[in-house]
């Protein structure tokens, strides 16, 4: 069986290509440790983006872009995080919880995505997709730094809370990001053999440095 990896073909894909943390390491290695469905479920993520179903073509632009920005994804291939987040909402899968001075989160992502498109008007005169990244780097950094302030007519720090959540909930489901991070993905029916260092399946680290650096 030959399973989808990225379009060319080649084995442990990761999102932009970054491999130095682990280079080589393919979590689909392990495919044949997983059982029917638990492997039907994570392979399902690698075929083509479903079709978006929530939001829409305006908000989908606003959104990529926001997501990018957020994870930092600049180059091929890309996890698909806002086809992620629009198939969650559309099902209504949320976190089950939200702040008590917010509206639901598929409403208060739309509402988020419209104000950053008229901060961007305000501030530089075109939408929030037309801008360069530092232009959007700059409306969504001027968010986080609202903290417990306003921001339009919802609370900064909660909105923050919103889009972080949804972007690394959808973008560490994925197998490319697992690939960069050194995880073997489920160890269902296959369980973990050591409480303190790696089981035999686990990649060690090509150098022990910070992840988080500046750009």
Known sequence: MVFHRVPDGSRAATPGGRQERFPGFDVLDQVGTWDAVTAGVVLSRLGPPPDLRYFTPAEEATGRCLFDQLLDQRDEPRVPVLELVDARL???????????????????????????????????????????????????QAVQDLSGKPWHDLAAEHVWSLWTRYAC???YSHPWAWNEIGFGGPAYP??????????????????????????
């Open 190 to 215: 296959r369980g973990y053999m050591r409480l303190a260092g790696r089981d035999p399946n686990e990649r060690e680290e090509a150098f022990d440095m910070d992840p988080v650096r500046e750009r």
């Open 90 to 140: 559309a099902e209504f899968e949320t976190d089950g919880w939200r702040y008590e001075d917010m509206p639901e989160d598929g409403e208060a992502m739309r509402r988020s995505f419209a104000y950053l498109d008229e901060d961007a008007q305000d501030r530089f005169g075109r939408r929030f997709c037309e801008l360069g990244r530092d232009e959007q780097g700059q409306l969504i």
């Open 169 to 171: 909930t959808a973008f």
